[in-house]
């Protein structure tokens, strides 16, 4: 198979219209995520909350967080450790969960939380009794009646319903059933998912890296582990080489020679054009981080800077906070990483007001 020859700008530009965030808005929220395949799951709201700014960005002003709250009560979405997806893809996700902790050789790590799952039946069926009889419950309100503790060297230690409840909503037995204020509800996954059939495992599992990589255009053929969603696609698509970047990529052949009809916007830090901060740095040659856990006065760009998206290039930070009871989308600065043109400024500055007004607060920029 022939291996394309991309130059970086073409690799951006195939990153970008794979992301929705080109000049064609998709028709709705459903429509949004069957092309994304996920929105994550984050309360941080010192703007919005992630999964609607990721919503805002490519849907627009008409987008309301309601559609979400709605969608994850009727079924149309679920919460499947902490990525928002279509409800029917739960059927890809029912053979992995009838094998956890996995088929052939398992790695050790995940055959130690079977095997404390297993050393803890009784407090497992405990969970599974409270929730059958008295759910839609948070985590606070389940029994903690582990025989063996769980041990970490991380803030998980002794979290033992906290763990127990992650272990059996991969196990497909316990599902996300809503909230309660931050708190996550949880219930009998059969309660909860669309009774639809499981899609065999190799065939599911393809099926997803097909649609990760039409959700993100141009993905290394291989990365990191992640705990959740991978970062790479294995052999889907077609091979590509990225001018002045090493190692082997794969590509939706979709995108190829499309032109890119650019805009400005603004993201989520958590957005998959940047969440993969390797893949950022390589094809779009941008420097940021989340800088929420940082002290203060070490940070460079803000709280929850919001990274500005213009044309294929990531070209800078908005400092901004909502102040929801004083009504106020407050600016403290846009960091310009290139020096903005006075088309650029004025396609930033009507996507900042568009905020304010989506946010339904006043705008307060600064002096």
Not at 211 to 230: D, H, K, W, Y
């Amino acid at each position: 198979m022939r291996v394309h020859q991309l130059s970086r700008t073409e690799a951006r530009r195939i990153a970008v219209r794979a992301q929705l965030l080109d000049g064609n808005r998709p028709d709705d929220l459903l429509d949004l995520l069957r092309r994304l395949t996920l929105l994550q799951s984050d309360a941080t709201d010192a703007v919005a909350p992630s999964a609607d700014l990721v919503a805002w960005s490519r849907l627009g002003s008409g987008y309301r967080p309601a559609e979400l709250t709605e969608g994850l009560r009727d079924g149309t979405f679920i919460e499947l450790r902490g990525m928002i997806r279509p409800g029917e893809d739960i059927a890809l996700y029912r053979a992995e969960m009838a094998q956890w902790p996995g088929s052939g050789e398992v790695p050790g790590w995940r055959q130690a939380q079977d095997d404390w799952v297993k050393v803890n039946d009784d407090f497992r069926q405990d969970v599974l009794d409270r929730l059958d009889h008295e759910g839609p419950l948070t985590s606070r309100e389940l029994p903690d009646t582990c025989l063996v503790p769980w041990t970490s060297s991380g803030w998980n230690n002794h979290r033992n319903v906290s763990m127990m409840i992650e272990f059996l909503e991969q196990r497909g037995e316990v599902a996300v059933a809503g909230r309660r204020g931050r708190d996550r509800l949880w219930d009998l996954a059969s309660r909860v998912y669309p009774d639809n059939a499981a899609v065999p495992l190799a065939e599911a599992l393809r099926i997803r890296s097909e649609r990760r990589l039409r959700s993100l255009g141009i993905v290394r053929a291989r990365a990191a582990e992640t705990q959740v969603e991978p970062l790479d696609v294995g052999e889907v698509g077609e091979p590509a080489v990225i001018e002045g970047i090493r190692g082997r990529w794969r590509v939706d052949p979709e995108f190829l020679g499309q032109p890119l009809r650019g805009r400005a916007a603004l993201l989520s830090p958590l957005d998959r054009l940047v969440f993969d901060r390797k893949r950022m740095v390589e094809l779009f040659e941008f420097d940021y981080q989340l800088e929420m856990y940082k002290p203060a006065a070490k940070r460079r760009w803000g709280y929850y800077a919001l990274p500005i998206l213009y044309g294929d290039r990531l070209v800078g930070k908005l400092d901004a906070t909502a102040h929801r009871n004083a009504g106020v989308l407050r600016v403290d600065a846009i960091h310009q990483d290139v020096p903005f043109s006075k088309t650029m400024a004025a396609a930033v500055r009507r996507e900042i007001t568009e905020l304010a007004r989506w946010l339904r607060l006043d705008l307060a920029l600064p002096s």
